[in-house]
């Protein structure tokens, strides 16, 4: 796989914390921390019942990054790999419990209305969105090339202002609505649900074909194309634009569309993150948070210093 960065790869703040980690720099991690911890709480909150738990799945999260950085080569940013990480790990305290390990992302997919087509998932013949792999390297390989060429096509919607499409993206993709109910939803013929899905692979297509080591035409499968979307969020407004959300201070055209991604999509990374950024703006941390936020950096200090002795 090439070695170019992805779109939602680590930006320059990112960079400098990461290698200030790594060098068992105590004031990077601890900035990491109090960058991250609020979302991560807010995501953790709409997952699990107890308290108790939401703040262990947050710390395992974070004692998590730590232990893999040696193994982390930047395919994305550090907010989307901690929400990876947090995935992970209030999967496995439902399984503990004894409960469905499933981790709802998006709420138009995972509490669907069977009286409303809108919500009914893709069938198998109407899936032809992305890629399968023979085996797990391959796949990891073949999702961060996916990754990259799907987020140069959406980066490339949001600077166009092309927010009907990125919408009918977000409606197949993320919450894997069929053509016919996205076509109601945002008033378009279903044949044109149908053209801007073929262009919009199309485009990735040839993106890969820039990135691949081989002329080989991929197999295709929506399997992967959803865990991208998934994963990547490809399609999530910046935390930035979260902020200028909150305080109204958006156009009217990405008003519309945070709006519809957060409200009718229903992300619940963006909720989180919302949550997360409301909280920041109008009210004082926390002390519960701030307790949290120094049992985070207690626990992780061994690993630091480790680091910084080897």
């Given at each position: 796989m090439p070695?170019?960065?992805l779109t939602d790869s680590l930006n320059q703040l990112d960079q400098q914390l990461l290698d200030g980690v790594r060098n068992g720099d105590g004031s990077a991690w601890e900035e990491l921390v109090s960058q991250f911890h609020g979302r991560l709480l807010s995501f953790a909150r709409r997952r699990l019942k107890q308290n108790a738990d939401v703040e262990d799945v947050v710390q395992e999260t974070f004692l998590s990054l730590v232990k893999s950085l040696e193994t982390f080569r930047g395919e994305a940013s550090v907010e989307t790999w901690l929400f990876q990480l947090l995935r992970r790990r209030i999967a496995d305290a439902h399984r503990r419990?004894?409960?469905?390990?499933?981790?709802?992302?998006?709420?138009?997919?995972?509490?669907?209305?069977?009286?409303?087509?809108?919500?009914?998932?893709?069938?198998?013949?109407?899936?032809?969105?992305?890629?399968?792999?023979?085996?797990?390297?391959?796949?990891?390989?073949?999702?961060?090339?996916?990754?990259?060429?799907?987020?140069?096509?959406?980066?490339?919607?949001?600077?166009?202002?092309?927010?009907?499409?990125?919408?009918?993206?977000?409606?197949?993709?993320?919450?894997?609505?069929?053509?016919?109910?996205?076509?109601?939803?945002?008033?378009?013929?279903?044949?044109?649900?149908?053209?801007?899905?073929?262009?919009?692979?199309?485009?990735?297509?040839?993106?890969?074909?820039?990135?691949?080591?081989?002329?080989?035409?991929?197999?295709?499968s929506s399997e992967l194309l959803t865990e991208v979307w998934r994963d990547g969020r490809p399609s999530c407004p910046k935390r930035t634009t979260l902020g200028k959300y909150v305080l109204g201070t958006l156009s009217e055209e990405w008003d519309d569309f945070v709006t519809f991604h957060i409200e009718r999509i229903g992300c619940e990374f963006c909720a989180a993150n919302l949550e997360d950024l409301s909280a920041e703006i109008n009210t004082p941390a926390d002390e519960s948070d701030q307790l949290l936020r120094g049992r985070i950096l207690e626990s992780t200090v061994g690993f630091l210093n480790h680091r910084r002795d080897s």
């Open positions: 070695g170019r960065p419990a004894g409960r469905d390990p499933h981790v709802q992302l998006c709420l138009s997919d995972s509490q669907p209305d069977s009286a409303n087509p809108a919500t009914t998932s893709q069938s198998p013949a109407d899936q032809s969105a992305s890629w399968y792999v023979r085996n797990e390297e391959q796949r990891v390989q073949d999702q961060s090339a996916l990754l990259q060429a799907v987020s140069a096509a959406t980066d490339r919607l949001k600077s166009e202002r092309r927010f009907r499409d990125l919408k009918t993206f977000d409606l197949l993709f993320f919450a894997h609505w069929k053509n016919q109910a996205i076509a109601e939803e945002l008033g378009l013929e279903e044949t044109a649900v149908a053209v801007l899905k073929h262009r919009f692979i199309q485009r990735v297509s040839r993106q890969l074909e820039t990135q691949t080591r081989d002329n080989a035409e991929p197999e295709r």
